[in-house]
């Protein structure tokens, strides 16, 4: 069992290698600090108060199923964090590039991830139109957390997958 774990370890160092490009800030890791906040508390908290507001009949239920899948998720989130203390990669791997101002905290799962998805993932399933413009948003933002040297692969594959079991539950609880 040790054996597969430090496998599974090192590969997801190594991915993590591959997509946080340890070299001195770049353009990409500009654009990928900018993309991140989408991700972010004050980013998703507005898009749900905003399409609460605006949005009404079959976009207002979307809007509610989205609201309440970020909420259980974050709270699932931060419970995870408590229960699971994993080092962030840039704490734990050497030369790896980081953000300013880099969170401390457990890195497992990813917020910034389980927020997107669990935000994005409704209007999705109920929109399907919208798959080719939501899709690229959320693992963008999933790929930043890595390239930013805060999460490792692993951390935001369990944050995509936070966000959409919420998102699944909400849906089965709230009658649409």
């Known amino acids: 069992m040790e054996k597969a774990r430090y496998w599974f370890y090192e590969q997801d160092c190594s991915i993590f290698r591959l997509i946080n490009r340890a070299e001195q ?30 949005f009404q009949n079959e976009l207002k239920a979307i809007a509610i199923i989205s609201s309440l899948s970020l909420a259980c998720s974050h709270a699932l989130a931060i419970m995870i964090k408590k229960i699971v203390p994993r080092l962030r990669p840039y704490l734990a791997i050497n030369y790896s590039y980081v953000a ?14 389980t927020a997107i998805f669990s935000l994005l993932l409704p209007y999705m399933f109920f929109a399907n139109i919208l798959i080719p413009i939501l899709l690229p948003i959320a693992i963008l933002v ?7 040297g805060l999460h490792y692969p692993s951390d935001v594959i369990a944050g995509a997958f936070l ?11 709230y009658p649409f």
């Open 142 to 148: 999933a790929i930043s957390r890595i390239t930013i």
């Open 25 to 54: 800030e770049s353009f990409y890791h500009r654009i990928m600090g900018m993309i991140t906040h989408l991700g972010g508390a004050r980013f998703t908290i507005l898009f749900c108060v905003i399409t609460l507001i605006f």
């Open 163 to 173: 966000g959409f079991i919420t998102v699944i539950s909400i849906m089965y609880v």
């Open 100 to 113: 300013k101002n880099p969170l401390k905290d457990s890195s497992f799962p990813s917020g910034h991830t």
